[in-house]
């Protein structure tokens, strides 16, 4: 087993996380047995209080199972409770700003490319009116970065795949983290720029080329939110 003893600080909650990091990976997989509290306890070098607090943890997020004169086994969970567990998995060990925005660029350069092909007049206006509405909050960082957020989801709506939607509702409160940061150093100009072509290229059914300017969008920004240089001047 993967487990390794615990070093001080925090132990419940270390003990947490290393069990809820042997589901993420596998380790423990759905249906498995895990090993009884003694022997968890005595891997990790912990009391059996600790151990007991961590898995009450895992039953109520429904990870886990006590089944009566078995054990406790993990449960095999629906692809909508496992996007609800992703949150507390991934804020374990909250993701810096370049992985986050890769992370991004696998999901949304797909969604710009299905929006092309399966947005309606209706979900189209919605991004036009989002993005006049962007272009009035360049003094705002808190509402710019919740703006920024509503038109990746609008466009999530837009590619009218609800697994995407559901991606990015879910992990909305770790996304807007890292755009209350972009937005700090960036300011609005740079993703109202794209977030225009973006919108020309679904109007015009071009998913290549919505693919490609919204991978174009992400790279700039991590570029220039890292400061590798500076972002041009997107003023046309």
Same mark, same amino acid.
């Given at each position: 087993?993967?487990?390794s003893?615990?070093?001080?600080k925090?132990?419940?909650?270390?003990?947490?996380?290393?069990?809820?990091?042997?589901?993420?990976s596998?380790?423990?997989? *759905?249906?498995?047995?895990?090993?009884?509290?003694?022997?968890?306890?005595?891997?990790?070098?912990?009391?059996?209080?600790?151990?007991?607090?961590?898995?009450h943890?895992?039953?109520?997020?429904?990870?886990?199972?006590?089944?009566?004169?078995?054990?406790?086994?993990?449960?095999?969970?629906?692809?909508?409770?496992?996007?609800?567990?992703?949150? *507390?998995?991934?804020?374990?060990?909250? *993701?810096?700003?370049?992985?986050?925005?890769?992370?991004?660029?696998?999901?949304?350069?797909?969604?710009?490319?299905?929006?092309?092909?399966?947005?309606?007049?209706?979900?189209?206006?919605?991004l036009?009116? @989002?993005?006049?509405?962007?272009?009035?909050?360049?003094?705002?960082?808190?509402?710019?970065?919740e703006?920024?957020?509503?038109f990746?989801?609008?466009?999530?709506?837009a590619?009218?795949?609800?697994?995407?939607?559901?991606?990015?509702?879910?992990?909305?409160?770790?996304?807007?983290?890292?755009?209350?940061?972009?937005?700090?150093?960036?300011?609005t100009? @740079?993703?109202?720029?794209?977030?225009?072509k973006?919108?020309?290229?679904?109007?015009?059914?071009?998913?290549?080329?919505?693919?490609?300017v919204?991978?174009?969008?992400?790279?700039?920004?991590?570029?220039?939110?890292?400061?590798?240089?500076?972002?041009?001047?997107?003023?046309?």
């Amino acid at each position: 087993m993967a487990l390794s003893n615990i070093k001080k600080k925090s132990i419940s909650d270390e003990v947490y996380k290393q069990f809820m990091n042997a589901i993420a990976s596998g380790e423990w997989a *759905p249906g498995s047995k895990i090993p009884s509290e003694n022997e968890l306890a005595a891997t990790l070098g912990v009391s059996r209080i600790s151990v007991r607090s961590a898995l009450h943890k895992l039953a109520s997020l429904g990870l886990v199972e006590s089944r009566q004169g078995e054990g406790t086994f993990v449960c095999e969970i629906s692809g909508e409770q496992y996007l609800n567990n992703l949150v *507390p998995i991934i804020m374990l060990s909250k *993701p810096d700003l370049k992985h986050l925005l890769e992370f991004r660029m696998i999901f949304d350069c797909e969604m710009a490319g299905l929006a092309a092909m399966r947005a309606d007049e209706e979900k189209i206006e919605k991004l036009k009116a @989002n993005l006049a509405h962007h272009k009035q909050l360049s003094h705002d960082i808190k509402a710019a970065a919740e703006c920024d957020f509503e038109f990746h989801y609008l466009i999530a709506q837009a590619s009218a795949n609800p697994l995407l939607t559901k991606i990015y509702m879910t992990l909305k409160d770790i996304f807007l983290a890292g755009l209350y940061d972009i937005v700090a150093v960036m300011g609005t100009d @740079n993703a109202f720029y794209y977030h225009n072509k973006i919108i020309d290229c679904i109007e015009a059914r071009d998913s290549e080329r919505a693919r490609a300017v919204m991978r174009e969008h992400i790279i700039d920004t991590i570029d220039a939110a890292l400061g590798k240089r500076e972002s041009p001047d997107k003023t046309s």
